[in-house]
């Protein structure tokens, strides 16, 4: 019989070729790990660095024009035009800048920040580009717009007819282009990050079944191992054999429970921070665009019929109560509706532990304000409507309904924004051993297998 | 006794091989197929079958014998062109009376450009892209009729009530506007009625009252625009990968002027201001 020192006829040949498929197993379940973890942090770094906060600015622009039509209206209709076109720097100090205009400043730089960095992700999107382009463009023909009503209604009074005309451009620019803008590049910079994440996720658990196969793989070998080696030379236990089992078993339960752990962070960070943090960025945005919508219907009151449907369909979106055709009926149910849907009723559904509780009765009241603030101005007290509409100290502020309102949104928001940083943050933190730790234990195991197996090599040398 | 255990050794060695060597061929063959499932898209298909409306003038209507032609027409065609599907591979079925939801839950159409709206009752059911136009409901006129500027202004006119409508409803009973239904078969009737002088308005979505004002001369959209209307492009529920496309070729067909062209050519002479912009989206799932 010709020696085959590789060939499974000899017992050599039987144990080393057991030992080479352990080996095989081990190598396996080590790339599979290494592969699964490099997954995982890519996935935490998506959420936790880069399209996470990307999205939540992109998010915040969509708010970040909504304030800005805000302040315009509410300067407009407490008659501030003074202090908006005050500039300290040309006219000295004669004059003083309002709060108002700063605001407006600010919020727009932000909204040109994110419009530009949405441009400037990803492979170069053509369409994209154009939509940031028409963007900016449209800002600025925003704010032209908004310069001429402000000078038009400059001076003692209510806004003039022409300003009035140069505000409904601006404001129509605003709903008609600038908003459905924003929200199309934000709705797909969200999908990107779902589409990023949901990958990244599945390959973390792909990753996991992998791991969980080798190392049964590795078991498998490993027991097969032992068994030739007991019967064979009569031996018990191999003793490094037994270890390497032992740390194979080890390291295998390491790396699978910690990948469920990375998929379960991966899942927290998307699905309590990032998720609800943009749907509650949208409804903040839909809650200032909408009592700006009633302080519209004062200052444009020819337009009045238009706005104050808009006022309900954002009120539905964000509460929905079945049946609410018109405004009356949306008050009335509102005050006993225990079932409703829109973006309060899905958020009710899928937390029951973190009840709204202070939210809705925020909103419940905001609203109450608002049904006097309509019945006053369709009385045709736009005076009246105005004055119940704004702070009645401070009538350059909102309603402290409404702003107590905001706040509660407000709150919600960063604590979401919070989870999502924590989740990443532990996510990436539990990651780090896992760079060393399999292939550090997948040289120890092998050096025990190899160990175990050298000595009955030996007898056949 | 020796043979005995040998064999017996021998079985459980080569089943614990054989075991070993099963799992690591499964491990890496089978992994990505078990989280890689994606539902089945509208992408990538040879050929589509689209539900569309009929009988709307401007929108989907025949002339005569001939096809179906209109705006609704010209978006699916460039929708399906932009999803890789040839105008000869698309098949576009008329919906009647039957709900687009319901046409695609039973499979008998792929996706659908109507003019039924994008409601919160529909999105449960379907996935929608889009919308492809933010309708509004408006009020058509004769032309030269200058006492009618709003919806307010319908009090005391008679209007027109289409079985099947429910816009005649929004005026009468939501905005509480005292005006006279007067039945009709159909909206075309309608304006020919109102042409010539037996009722005094009609009110629905203003495509459809700028497709009539297209096909019945000395009628004219008054732009007074009171509720949103949303036409989506209805796809099968889940259909995510679809709807991320179908918006992302809307967007084009805006961005491109296709869009404008399209409008143009159906209702450029019916009075109604054409929007040059995307809509904004409802998003997907």
């Known amino acids: ?461 | 006794m020796r043979t005995v255990r040998s064999a017996r050794t021998r079985a459980a060695t080569v089943a614990l091989a054989a075991l070993s060597v099963a799992l690591l061929a499964a491990t890496l063959t089978a992994a990505p197929l078990v989280y890689g499932d994606e539902p089945e898209s509208i992408t990538g298909r040879d050929e589509l079958v689209i539900g569309v409306d009929d009988g709307l003038p401007g929108l989907s209507a025949r002339t005569g014998d001939g096809p179906l032609e209109g705006f609704e027409i010209d978006v699916a065609t460039y929708v399906a062109g932009r999803l890789g599907v040839a105008p000869a591979d698309v098949t576009l079925r008329p919906l009647r009376s039957s709900l687009p939801e319901d046409a695609l839950r039973d499979g008998t159409i792929d996706m659908a450009v109507s003019t039924r709206p994008i409601t919160a009752g529909r999105k449960d059911r379907v996935t929608f892209a889009g919308p492809f136009y933010l309708a509004h409901q408006d009020v058509l006129v004769r032309q030269g009729d200058r006492t009618v500027r709003n919806v307010q202004d319908l009090r005391g006119k008679r209007i027109c009530k289409v079985p099947g409508f429910d816009s005649w409803q929004v005026v009468t009973g939501e905005r509480e506007v005292a005006a006279v239904a007067v039945p009709m078969t159909s909206h075309r009737g309608c304006a020919e009625s109102l042409a010539a002088g037996r009722v005094d308005a009609a009110t629905t979505d203003d495509l459809v009252l700028a497709g009539l004002a297209a096909a019945v001369p000395g009628t004219t959209v008054v732009n007074a625009p009171f509720t949103d209307v949303k036409y989506g492009i209805a796809l099968p529920e889940g259909d995510r990968e679809g709807c991320l496309a179908v918006n992302r070729i809307l967007t084009g067909m805006y961005q491109n002027g296709a869009a404008t062209t399209m409008l143009n050519r159906w209702f450029g002479t019916s009075g109604l201001d054409l929007p040059a912009t995307v809509p904004q989206f409802e998003g997907c799932p």
């Open chain 1, 1 to 461: 019989m010709p020696v085959k020192p590789w060939g499974v006829d000899t017992v050599a040949g039987r144990v080393r070729a057991l030992a080479v498929l352990a080996l095989l197993a081990l190598a396996v379940l080590v790339a599979s790990a290494y592969a699964a973890v490099g997954d995982a942090r890519e996935g935490v770094r998506t959420l936790g660095e880069r399209e996470g906060p990307l999205a939540e600015s992109i998010g915040d622009m969509y708010l970040a024009l909504t304030d800005m039509d805000a302040q315009v209206t509410r300067v407009l209709l407490t008659e501030g035009e003074a202090g908006w076109l005050c500039a300290p720097e040309v006219a000295g100090a004669d004059c003083e800048r309002s709060g108002a205009r700063y605001v407006y400043d600010i919020r727009r730089e932000d909204a040109q920040r994110a419009a530009l960095s949405a441009a400037s992700t990803g492979p170069t999107d053509q369409a994209r580009m154009r939509t940031v382009q028409a963007l900016l463009n449209g800002l600025h023909d925003y704010d032209r717009h908004v310069q001429a009503a402000m000078d038009a209604a400059a001076g003692p009074g209510a806004p003039p007819p022409e300003a009035v005309r140069e505000y409904r451009t601006a404001t129509a620019l605003m709903t008609r282009e600038l908003l459905p803008k924003a929200s199309n590049l934000a709705g797909e910079e969200a999908a990107d990050v779902t589409t990023a994440y949901r990958e990244g996720r599945s390959s973390v658990l792909a990753g996991r079944l992998r791991v969980l196969g080798a190392g049964l793989a590795l078991v498998a070998a490993m027991a097969g191992l032992q068994v030739y080696l007991t019967r064979r030379f009569r031996r018990l236990v191999s003793l490094p054999l037994a270890a390497a089992l032992v740390g194979a078993l080890a390291l295998t339960t390491t790396v699978a429970t910690r990948l469920t752990t990375e998929a379960d962070r991966l899942r927290t960070a998307k699905q309590t921070g990032l998720d609800p943090a943009l749907d509650l960025t949208r409804v903040r945005a839909l809650g200032t665009s909408m009592y700006t919508d009633r302080a519209r219907q004062v200052l444009d009151p020819e337009n009045a019929d238009r706005y104050d449907r808009r006022y309900l369909d954002k009120s539905q979106t964000i509460l929905h109560v079945a049946g609410a055709s018109d405004l009356d009926g949306y008050y009335r149910a509102l005050g006993r509706s225990v079932d409703f849907g829109g973006y309060f009723g899905a958020r009710a559904r899928q937390d029951a532990n973190h009840p709204d509780g202070e939210l809705l009765s925020a909103y419940r009241t905001y609203q109450d304000l608002d049904r006097t603030v309509r019945e006053l101005a369709e009385d045709g007290r736009l005076d009246a409507a105005a004055q119940a509409h704004l702070d009645p100290r401070w009538r350059h502020l909102p309603h402290p309904a409404f702003r107590a309102y905001d706040r509660e949104l407000d709150a919600r928001i960063s604590r979401h924004q919070a989870h999502r940083v924590h989740a990443a943050l532990e996510a990436e933190r539990a990651l780090r051993p896992m760079t060393w730790l399999p292939p550090v234990a997948a040289l120890a195991v092998g050096a025990l297998i190899a160990a175990g197996i050298w000595p009955r090599l030996a007898e056949y040398r």
